[in-house]
Nanobody
Framework: QVNIVQSGGGLVQAGDSLRLSCTTSGPTGGAWSTAWFRRALGKEREFVAAVTSSGRTNYADSVMGRFAISRDNTKNTVNLQMNSLKPEDTAVYYC??????????????WGQGTQVTVSS
């Protein structure tokens, strides 16, 4: 059974920092990649950042240089450090963990979502 737990988030002022965490419990024989998405009120869900099992990262242009994604394999946790936050970063943030078993298609697991609100 796979369990995805998100933590972090909250209400901050513009320029502040926050850290989101995504902890995964489940099979360990394969590989995990993890991504963060966000959905602002009235907008489509958008990609924020991702990290592969080997640590390779990818970022949306809108957060490049401000956000940093990292993984701690000893804790099965991926962190999203968000610095220099802007009001336009306000959204519900979702963790997506993808498991590659090596057999068949990868499987996606979504976290429950975490509200991040940045006031101006």
């Amino acid at each position: 059974q796979v369990n995805i737990v998100q933590s972090g988030g909250g209400l901050v002022q513009a320029g502040d920092s926050l850290r989101l965490s995504c902890t995964t419990s489940g099979p360990t024989g394969g590989a995990w990649s993890t991504a963060w998405f966000r959905r602002a009120l009235g907008k489509e869900r958008e990609f924020v950042a991702a990290v592969t099992s080997s640590g390779r990262t990818n970022y949306a242009d809108s957060v490049m240089g401000r956000f940093a994604i990292s993984r701690d394999n000893t804790k099965n946790t991926v962190n999203l450090q968000m610095n220099s936050l802007k009001p336009e970063d306000t959204a519900v943030y979702y963790c997506l963990a993808t498991y590659y078993s090596g057999m068949g298609d990868p499987t996606d697991y979504w976290g429950q979502g975490t509200q991040v609100t940045v006031s101006s």
